[in-house]
């Protein structure tokens, strides 16, 4: 196989120092002229554009106004980059499937022998020193223009306000670059980013992430953490600050990889972080680790809130940029979102990565109503007994893949890993309770279902096996075994049966929770021959007739030593948690969209929006059961 790496040939995207004309020719871009509020008007408007799959496209906003504050800025605001598989592709400049495979090919790089193998090497040993990034002394495009710290003013600068309940505006597609107390390292982090005030940031690095690993350093050494936040330039910085790549390994490289062409990296103004130099805006601070603030809430990518947390805090030297700045913004909140089309290059990228832990790992699909970490669909051949439960805990247990809270494996005879209804029914036809683990360990800092924070439970299912029985148990149509239910307990009001035809059927109940649910699926326990796989959600802000969103539900809301059973049939508690379960933390909200700017932007045709799509991907309240 050829490494993807070939001397001389650089990859399509190359000509990203115009983005936006760039996103004009390759992607669509929509020009929105009307004057918009940064607060919720502009995120709301991306947060629909994306859910129009490929349909969905880049959005610029020219004329973004903070209302409450009465600025015009007349610096755009550029969102859903990654609006599309299509698009992302483009911006990858090749299919990320083939980029993986160029990976693996690296990764099973051989010395050559005959001479005729050395001549063929040249090219390919020249092109990987396109991997490594250069520094150069002069100043970049980024820093044409100066502000220095007395002019500073965040105000300045179009932030958005993303959902109704933030605590505030946020920097949502900060390339946050840091470097280790000895200066060995150098990292690339997306984080989001709090503007407190008109010169100070909140740093939302979470505890297991590589900068905050670089943070612990600097406040052991009581010394401050320079930072330069970098905005915009060519998108696949912003893909590369998302990548999870191992502790120590500069994020960048993957961008020369990716370009074949080094990152052109230049000195930051007032610290010693080198940032691209091509990029549009670049936020140039220090962190002192003695200042601590709270950081939140923000509607985060889960679809809940994240509730305030103390997190340590920038204060801003110097802003530099380009003449003509853009900047770059996303909104997060319930899937599907921009960061579904750059979790999948991700996810098809780093597969050759998984392999050295997992060599028989075939594929794995993460899917973004599954927001990623909350479960993972895996397909591997089996060589030996508990070869499945290996995998899980090797998943468990490296790097950012430990976060994964659900993970299913399945043999070298599944369906495609993105045919989920095919897969749902071979899932089904292999469940057994003998195959399903349930442990624990470390949690994303963003998950709520868990008691504590940061750890939490993990269930494991292996379907790698043969098909079990079919019992002999008796099936009802929906609304008999709803009446069934009903007789037992009225707080069930609606019910839907799923994939009937299979091994294990799930039934899924709608509930007005008025007390632990377990004492609940206790008492079903007498229709056990018409249930295999009961899950209990709550009637309000769901809809038994939208599997994507019900697994979305699901997948965040259980902890699998606090909620799934195994006996009598196996049951899942996927209500929203409170005392009567136990939980002592406070259950986020729903992250959901103000009404009144939704009316609003419709008036003035900015936005077409229906009632069935604000259900379908759950925009604003409903409650469509019986009280
Ligand atoms: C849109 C978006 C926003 C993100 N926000 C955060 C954040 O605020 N904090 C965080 O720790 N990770 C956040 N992430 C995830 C990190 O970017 C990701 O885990 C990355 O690999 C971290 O890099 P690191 O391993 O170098 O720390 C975000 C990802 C995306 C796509």
Not at 10 to 33: C, P, R, Y
């Amino acid at each position: 196989m050829l490494l993807p790496i070939e001397y001389g040939k650089k990859s399509k995207a190359l000509s990203m120092e115009n983005v936006v004309e760039w996103l004009k020719n390759n992607g669509g871009l929509k020009v929105i002229d009307e004057p918009l509020d940064v607060e919720l008007e502009i995120p709301h408007i991306a947060y629909l554009e994306v859910k129009k799959g490929e349909e969905s496209r880049p959005l610029l906003f020219t004329k973004p106004i903070y209302a409450d504050k009465g600025i015009e800025y007349d610096m755009p605001v550029l969102m859903n980059i990654f609006a599309n598989k299509e698009l992302t592709r483009k911006i990858m400049g090749r299919d990320p499937d083939e980029l993986g495979e160029g990976i693996e090919a690296l990764m099973k790089f051989k010395p050559p022998v005959t001479f005729r193998e050395k001549l063929s090497m040249i090219p390919r040993l020249f092109a990987l020193k396109k991997i490594f990034p250069k520094r150069s002394g002069e100043r970049g495009a980024c820093q044409e223009i100066v502000i220095e710290k007395s002019d500073v003013d965040l105000d300045r600068l179009p932030i958005l306000r993303t959902w109704p309940e933030d605590g505030g505006r946020f920097i949502t597609m900060g390339q946050v670059y840091t470097i280790s107390l000895d200066g060995s390292m150098q990292n690339l982090g997306m984080y989001r980013l709090q503007q407190y005030d008109k010169k100070r940031l909140g740093m939302h690095w979470q505890i297991h992430k590589d900068a905050s690993h670089f943070f612990d350093q600097y406040r052991e050494a009581g010394k401050k953490m320079p930072v330069s936040v970098a905005i915009g330039g060519d998108p696949l910085y912003i893909w590369c600050g998302q990548a999870p790549m191992p502790h120590g390994v500069f994020e960048l490289l993957l961008y020369g990889y990716i370009r074949n062409t080094n990152a052109r990296l230049v000195k930051s103004l007032s610290n010693d972080i080198y940032i691209p130099s091509d990029v549009d805006i670049v936020i140039e601070g220090f962190v002192d680790p003695r200042e601590m603030e709270m950081e939140g809430p923000f509607g985060d990518h889960t679809g809940y809130y994240t509730l305030p947390e103390l997190f340590p805090v920038m204060e801003v030297e110097k802003i530099t940029m380009k003449a003509k700045p853009v900047f770059s913004a996303t909104v997060v909140g319930k899937p599907p979102l921009e960061d579904k089309y750059m979790g999948w290059a991700t996810e098809r990228i780093f597969l050759p990565l998984l392999k050295p832990m997992a060599p028989e790992l075939i594929d794995y699909n993460m899917p973004e109503n599954g927001v990623f970490h909350n479960l993972i669909l895996a397909k591997m051949a089996v060589r030996y007994k508990g070869h499945a439960r290996q995998f899980m805990h090797a998943f468990w247990g490296v790097g950012q893949m430990s976060f994964v809270k659900h993970a299913i494996f399945v043999g070298e005879d599944a369906p495609k890993l993105d045919d989920y209804e095919a897969l749902g029914r071979y899932i089904l036809d292999r469940l057994d309770k003998e195959r399903i683990v349930i442990s624990d360990g470390i949690v994303d800092q963003l998950d709520h279902a868990s008691p504590t924070m940061l750890v939490g439970g993990k269930l494991g299912i292996d379907a790698t096996g043969a098909k079990v029985e079919k019992s002999d148990g008796r099936y009802l149509d929906d609304a008999d075994l709803l009446a069934k239910m009903r007789e037992i307990d009225t707080s069930i009001v609606a019910l839907k049966q799923y994939f009937q035809e299979s091994a294990n059927p799930v039934t899924v109940v709608a509930v007005r929770k008025r007390e632990n649910q377990k004492a609940l699926i206790g008492r079903l326990s007498v229709l056990a021959e018409y249930l295999r796989v009961l899950i209990v959600v709550d009637a309000a802000d769901n809809d038994l007739e939208n599997p994507y969103m019900l697994v979305w539900r699901v997948v965040n809301n259980i902890d699998a030593q606090r909620d799934v059973l195994l006996e009598p049939f196996i049951a899942i508690d996927a209500s929203n948690k409170n005392e009567l379960d136990g939980y002592t933390r406070e259950w986020p909200a729903d992250t959901l969209c103000d009404e009144k700017i939704l009316e609003s932007l419709a008036e003035r045709g900015v936005i077409d929006i229906s009632e069935e799509m604000k259900m379908d991907f759950g925009l604003t309240h409903f409650d469509k059961y019986p009280k």
